[in-house]
């Protein structure tokens, strides 16, 4: 079976996103997204996704509902009966709302991912969630120069780590962690 990565980008001080969801401070830094931590190597490794519902509408907000760009299954955590479903090259994504227990979709997305590892793309809370249910292998983040009075969370939780690899790309550095102690 795959890992569970949770693969994101911080501030240094623990956020992904500002308190009203803004990533200026992210998506105006260098990297090279061949390298470490710049997602290219890691995307091939990935079966599955899944994300909170905030992140999936800040994807349709920002890249377009018609501009899907991911063509693995991808299960997007809400309670909400009104989202729409993005599309790719014009046909619906493969996008599966749910408010199912994490263990479950975890085990959906595993059966789907067909040993590849599934990707959790945020936000912190739900990445808390599957830590929890003890479904959290490893977490990839890409440290952005700043810092800001406040946001989104990174990972609202005690989770013991262990640190695996440091790496530095351009404006980043990127910290590899494998969940729980050794
Ligand atoms: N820096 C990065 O690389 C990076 C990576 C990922 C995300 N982000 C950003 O970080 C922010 C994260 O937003 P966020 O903190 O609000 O987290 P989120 O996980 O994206 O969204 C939270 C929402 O997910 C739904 N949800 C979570 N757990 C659920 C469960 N067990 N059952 C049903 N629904 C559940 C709820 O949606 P409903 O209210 O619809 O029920 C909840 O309000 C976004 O702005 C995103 O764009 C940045």
């Given at each position: 079976m795959g890992k569970t990565v949770y693969f994101t980008a911080s501030t240094v001080?623990?956020?992904?996103?500002?308190?009203?969801?803004?990533?200026s401070w992210l998506l105006t830094r260098d990297i090279?997204?061949?390298?470490?931590?710049?997602g290219e190597e890691f995307f091939a490794t990935v079966g599955a996704m899944v994300m909170g519902s905030s992140t999936y509408r800040w994807i349709l907000d920002h890249e377009?509902?018609?501009?899907?760009?991911?063509?693995v299954p991808c299960w997007v955590f809400t309670h909400r009966d009104d989202l729409p479903v993005a599309r790719r090259n014009g046909r619906r994504g493969d996008i599966r709302f749910t408010r199912a227990d994490v263990a479950d979709v975890h085990a959906e997305m595993s059966a789907a991912a067909g040993g590849r590892d599934l990707w959790m793309v945020g936000g912190g809370d739900l990445a808390g969630q599957f830590a929890d249910a003890g479904l959290l292998d490893e977490v990839i983040v890409s440290f952005a120069p700043v810092t800001l009075?406040?946001?989104?969370?990174?990972?609202?939780r005690h989770v013991e780590l262990e640190l695996l690899d440091v790496a530095r790309n351009r404006d980043f550095v990127v910290a590899t962690y494998r969940v729980g102690k050794r």
């Open positions: 001080n623990g956020f992904l996103a500002s308190d009203d969801h803004d990533l090279d997204q061949g390298g470490p931590g710049g377009g509902a018609d501009a899907w760009e991911y063509d009075a406040s946001g989104r969370p990174l990972l609202p």
